[in-house]
């Protein structure tokens, strides 16, 4: 009535010796590059909107860390004067929401990126993300008061 079942099932495949295994601290590496990758990306555009000394500085040690992190990859760096707008340029525009929005990001992906760092015990990345974390959520009281 049914037809038997000829191949392997998904199970004895991941059980596979030929297939890659990563170890926990291997996926913990990726996962926290990722985040700071993404709050190095953040921080770009936070930088051609409302440009700051702090955050190049800031840009400049999350890029060294996904590097660290990455076995020496420097990561992918939008220009300053490349960064997206929201809708386009922000020329006759406030963009005072916009920039008060990429500090909350950034504030949650420094969250994350602390998490993950953490649990891996690399004390650096977890200091880097930990200031981040103290700067954005000033930056953010400080944009929203104004």
């Known amino acids: 009535m049914y037809e038997p079942i000829r ?3 998904v199970h004895s495949m991941a059980d596979d010796a030929g297939f890659p295994h990563r ?3 291997e996926e913990l590496d990726i996962q926290l590059a990722g985040h700071l990758a993404a709050l190095l990306a953040v921080t770009d555009e936070l930088r051609a909107l409302a440009p700051d000394a702090g955050l190049d500085a800031a840009a400049d040690r999350l890029a ?10 420097r990561p992918p760096r939008a220009s300053v004067a490349a960064a997206i707008r929201p ?7 406030d ?3 916009h920039v008060a929005a990429l ?4 504030h949650a992906l420094a969250g994350r990126a602390l998490v993950v760092a953490a649990s891996r015990a690399d004390t650096a990345a977890a200091i880097l993300a930990a200031e981040r974390m103290d700067a954005h959520a000033d ?7 104004s």
């Open 7 to 9: 191949t392997k099932s």
């Open 23 to 25: 170890s926990r601290e």
């Open 64 to 73: 060294a860390q996904v590097a660290r992190l990455r076995g020496g990859a």
């Open 87 to 93: 809708h386009g340029s922000t020329r006759g525009r």
């Open 95 to 97: 963009p005072q929401p």
């Open 103 to 106: 500090h909350q990001r950034a």
């Open 139 to 145: 930056a953010t009281r400080l944009v929203g008061a």
